[in-house]
């Protein structure tokens, strides 16, 4: 395909195995109001670029695609690997390289609100070059010793929660996974290490990532206070 005609890709890194959820099986493909959380990361993204890679456990394939069929743009289907950098980095594998800006976004976050997915688009046709949505921090922090008792309080001020998607000029988050993957960072992170500076936007506490069955019931009550 002509890069022109892809120059807004999203990759959903949806290949965890959701063993946290203990929903038996992907946690992409739990099923959360009638839809799949990654039908409903998918859908929310459709709507703003060209083209979406989704990154899907081993044998999930034919499956993932059934769930996405009729979204309002193309979508390509890898297979993910052993953690998620390496899922996003077998979605990169798959964009055509004159793609201009990558949004990464977590199947596990179904009800992120589009408007923070358009605000980091919108930081990003701006001109800069990674931007990630943050929310503040509510409780106050600790680090622990080793004993498990507390060593120090945490100035949360200056800290904040990141949330996807992350935005990246594609060069850019293309130069940062070819210069290593660190499993102890994300894809903000492994740019910030290339020396490339990372811009924050507001993010939306409703676009909090499932991990727990108690995830799960907030996310439930929250689509039925919608209906
Ligand atoms: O495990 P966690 O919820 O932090 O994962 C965040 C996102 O990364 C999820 O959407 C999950 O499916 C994805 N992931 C992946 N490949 C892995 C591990 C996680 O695509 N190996």
């Known amino acids: 395909m002509p890069a022109r005609e892809m120059s807004v890709a999203a990759i959903v890194p ?13 946690k992409a493909l739990h099923v959360l109001g009638g839809q799949s959380l990654l039908r409903r990361s998918a859908q929310m993204l459709a709507e703003l670029v060209d083209v979406l890679v989704v990154a899907v456990p ?33 979605g990169l594998a798959a964009l055509d390289t004159g793609t201009e800006f990558v949004l990464v976004h977590d199947a596990a976050r179904p009800l992120m609100p589009p408007a923070v997915a358009v605000a980091v688009l919108a930081a990003l046709r701006d001109g800069l070059a990674a ?7 509510a409780d106050t922090l600790k ?9 120090a309080a ?4 200056r800290l904040v929660a990141v949330q996807t998607p992350q935005g990246f000029r594609y060069n850019v988050l ?26 924050t936007v507001p993010g939306d506490p409703v676009g909090f990532k499932i991990t727990t069955p108690y995830d799960v019931l907030i996310a439930e009550a929250l689509l039925a206070a919608r209906s």
């Open 14 to 26: 949806a290949a965890g195995s959701g063993q946290r959820l203990g929903s038996g099986g992907p």
């Open 58 to 90: 081993a044998d999930h394939e034919a499956e993932v695609r059934h769930d996405l069929a009729g979204l309002p743009c193309p979508v390509l289907v890898v297979v993910g690997g052993a953690t998620r950098q390496h899922s996003v980095a077998a």
């Open 131 to 137: 931007v990630i949505p943050v929310i503040p921090i």
């Open 143 to 151: 680090t622990l010793g080793s004993d498990g008792q507390v060593a």
């Open 154 to 157: 945490v100035d949360r001020s």
């Open 174 to 199: 293309a130069h940062a996974h070819r210069a290593g993957l660190d499993p102890l960072t994300d894809d903000a992170g492994l740019v910030e290490a290339i020396g490339v500076p990372v811009h």
